[in-house]
């Protein structure tokens, strides 16, 4: 009796998948990267793995501050689109790194800056707002924020 399994020559072949939404993206060199450069500052080892993981698989290339000193100095090497910024942290927190960015000569001024924090109440907001952010997530973020946030400053479609 024959059996009714397709064999390998009969079977259709599988159709390819030729787009993603990584597609939509600006200029991608051959590590499937933007170009584009975003700061992170996070003293937490595990925020920061998956913060950057988050940005690399949208095709951004991470810049990583340990403490706000480290991503004050990463300005003069760098020219990131925007800066994820953790409040509480060693040598020099969120609030005073933003303040010092918010003073330094030409546009890096201007940087878009994003606080990630756990503490999310009416005062912590202000507090942020009044150092210079731009915007607040609280941890533990979702995707959702992260990318409409992206979206809002046109660096992901």
């Not at 005073?96 to 890096?108: D, M, V």
Request: proline content about 6%; some cysteine.
């Amino acid at each position: 009796m024959e059996s009714s399994k397709p064999t390998e020559s009969s079977r259709p072949a599988p159709e390819l998948q030729t787009g993603s939404a990584m597609d939509n993206f600006p200029f991608r060199d051959k590590n499937n990267e933007t170009g584009i450069e975003i700061l992170v500052a996070e003293d937490d080892p595990m925020n920061m793995l998956l913060i950057s993981e988050v940005l690399k698989t949208l095709g951004l290339h991470v810049i990583k501050a340990c403490n706000g000193e480290e991503a004050v100095a990463c300005l003069n090497e760098h020219h990131p689109a925007l800066v994820f910024m953790d409040i509480n942290m060693p040598e020099m927190d969120g609030y005073e790194a933003t303040r010092t960015i918010r003073q330094l000569p030409g546009s890096q001024s201007n940087i878009p800056i994003i606080a990630l924090t756990a503490s999310v109440m009416k005062e912590d907001r202000n507090r942020c707002v009044q150092a210079g952010m731009n915007h607040l997530i609280s941890k533990p973020f979702e995707l959702k924020e992260i990318r409409d946030i992206l979206k809002h400053y046109a660096l992901v479609a």
